[in-house]
């Protein structure tokens, strides 16, 4: 799975493309976001701090940035 990862794009503010709205999707599954834009936008930004700031309350090493790269994908896709 970490060579599939490797492949996923990072995203952050102003991203667009299906991969914004794959991750869109799980956000609003996770009750982050609400509606899909196909757009990184402020709302969306807020979305994966929010998530991030989650995960960090049990993993350290996770990175409150409000962009979603590598270390998110695979901590999103595996649980790890």
């Known amino acids: 799975i970490?060579?599939?990862?490797s492949y996923l794009p990072a995203?952050?503010?102003?991203s667009t493309g299906d991969f914004v709205t794959v991750l869109q999707k799980e956000l609003i599954r996770l009750g982050y976001l609400t509606?899909?834009?196909?757009t990184c936008d402020t709302t969306m930004v807020q979305a994966?701090?929010?998530l991030?700031?989650?995960?960090k309350?049990?993993?350290s090493n996770i990175l409150v940035d409000g962009s979603f790269g590598?270390?998110?994908w695979k901590k999103l896709l595996t649980g790890k």
Not at 11 to 14: L, N, P, R, T, V
Not at 35 to 38: E, Y
Not at 52 to 55: A, E, G, P, R, S
């Open 35 to 38: 509606t899909t834009s196909k």
């Open 57 to 59: 309350a049990v993993d």
């Open 52 to 55: 991030q700031k989650n995960w």
């Open 70 to 72: 590598p270390q998110c």
């Open 2 to 5: 970490n060579t599939f990862i």
């Open 11 to 14: 995203i952050a503010y102003g």
């Open 48 to 50: 994966i701090t929010a």
